[in-house]
């Protein structure tokens, strides 16, 4: 499970599927639902648990038990377009319009395989399209506490994605917000069980020997539901998005492109599964 592209606050949700449509990665969820934890759910509905570090989650079992109490039915995409609630901050929504204005502006002809699969080209129709259908509304919520910075809540929306004060408190670049922003607009797929992710090894460890942290925050990754084991899940498909941007942006400065590879490879280190990894990569030398 997880909730945290960056160790952020992301909610997961049924098991995750390799996907077979030619555009969005959207396949067919085929959860097996068990009976409802209904105190879990009331748990998660007063405000949701933490993992010890900075994320919020819960579990697939309770994922697929809120699915089926809730009656989310799979839906199709929706109608472009989304709102902010009234108690999310001028300053949030002057950020995140700007984020997203900055993502719309995007400019490129290609893209890698995965990409096209997932988002389509690299330009900010296809990006501004994969994200309106998807969000349909955006408000302000804990995240279960801590450093979460953003989140996904199932149970309650699963078109809707929720924001900390830690959205704007973070030092970071445009584009990784942005990586923050798609992460979470996976994780609104019903029909893919929300993309849950995978727990992180202990000890968790990158080719230097050192403890994996999250860029975010800094937490420490091992043991905490923090990584995918699928190109097509939030991290992996965030992680895409951010390598075709650093190869194929067209009007993008060396600034962004220098961002977006540099959060791109360290995303890249969520990725666990070996086959998952060797897929991205050989994707990404097309």
Same mark, same amino acid.
């Given at each position: 499970?997880?909730?945290?592209?960056?160790?952020?606050?992301?909610i997961?949700?049924?098991?995750? $599927?390799?996907?077979? $449509?030619?555009?969005?990665?959207?396949?067919s969820?085929?959860?097996?639902v068990?009976?409802? @934890?209904?105190?879990?759910l =009331?748990?998660?509905a007063? &405000?949701?648990?933490?993992? &010890?570090?900075?994320?919020?989650?819960?579990?697939?079992?309770?994922?697929?038990a809120?699915?089926?109490?809730?009656?989310?039915?799979?839906?199709?995409?929706?109608?472009?377009?989304?709102?902010?609630? +009234?108690?999310? %901050?001028?300053? *949030?929504q002057?950020?995140?319009?700007?984020?997203?204005?900055?993502?719309k502006?995007?400019?490129?002809?290609t893209?890698?395989?995965?990409?096209?699969?997932?988002?389509? +080209?690299?330009?900010?129709?296809?990006?501004?399209?994969?994200?309106?259908?998807?969000?349909s509304?955006?408000?302000? @919520?804990?995240?279960?506490?801590?450093?979460?910075?953003?989140?996904?809540?199932?149970?309650?929306?699963? $078109?809707?994605?929720?924001?900390?004060? @830690?959205f *704007?408190?973070?030092?970071h670049? =445009?584009?990784?917000? !942005? !990586?923050?922003?798609?992460?979470e $607009?996976?994780?609104?797929?019903? =029909?893919?069980?929300?993309?849950?992710?995978?727990?992180? %090894?202990t000890?968790?460890?990158?080719?230097? #020997?050192?403890?994996?942290?999250?860029i975010?925050?800094g937490?420490?990754?091992?043991?905490?539901?923090?990584c995918?084991?699928?190109?097509l899940?939030?991290?992996?498909?965030?992680t *895409?998005?951010?390598? @075709?941007?650093?190869?194929?942006?067209?009007?993008?400065?060396?600034?962004?492109? !220098?961002?977006?590879?540099l959060y791109?490879?360290? =995303?890249? #280190?969520?990725?666990?599964?070996a086959?998952?990894?060797?897929?991205?990569?050989?994707?990404?030398?097309?």
């Open positions: 499970m997880v909730r945290a592209a960056f160790a952020l606050g992301f997961l949700a049924a098991a995750s $599927s390799r996907a077979a $449509s030619p555009f969005d990665g959207a396949g969820a085929g959860v097996e068990p009976k409802p @934890n209904l105190e879990a =009331q748990e998660a007063a &405000g949701g648990r933490q993992s &010890g570090a900075d994320l919020y989650y819960f579990s697939k079992e309770e994922a697929a809120a699915k089926k109490k809730f009656g989310f039915a799979v839906k199709g995409p929706r109608k472009p377009g989304f709102t902010f609630d +009234k108690d999310v %901050p001028a300053d *949030i002057k950020q995140m319009a700007a984020d997203l204005a900055f993502i502006g995007i400019a490129g002809e893209a890698t395989a995965l990409h096209r699969k997932i988002f389509g +080209k690299v330009n900010g129709a296809d990006y501004t399209k994969f994200f309106e259908t998807r969000v509304a955006i408000g302000m @919520n804990s995240c279960g506490g801590g450093n979460a910075v953003a989140c996904v809540i199932p149970f309650r929306d699963p $078109s809707k994605m929720w924001l900390t004060q @830690n *704007i408190r973070f030092s670049p =445009q584009v990784s917000r !942005m !990586m923050v922003v798609f992460h $607009s996976r994780h609104t797929e019903t =029909q893919n069980g929300n993309w849950s992710h995978a727990t992180c %090894p000890p968790f460890r990158d080719a230097n #020997g050192k403890d994996m942290k999250s975010w925050t937490a420490m990754l091992a043991g905490e539901p923090a995918d084991e699928t190109p899940g939030s991290y992996g498909s965030s *895409i998005m951010l390598k @075709n941007i650093a190869k194929y942006c067209l009007n993008c400065t060396d600034k962004v492109k !220098m961002d977006a590879g791109a490879d360290d =995303q890249m #280190g969520r990725i666990i599964d086959d998952a990894k060797r897929e991205m990569q050989e994707d990404f030398k097309k």
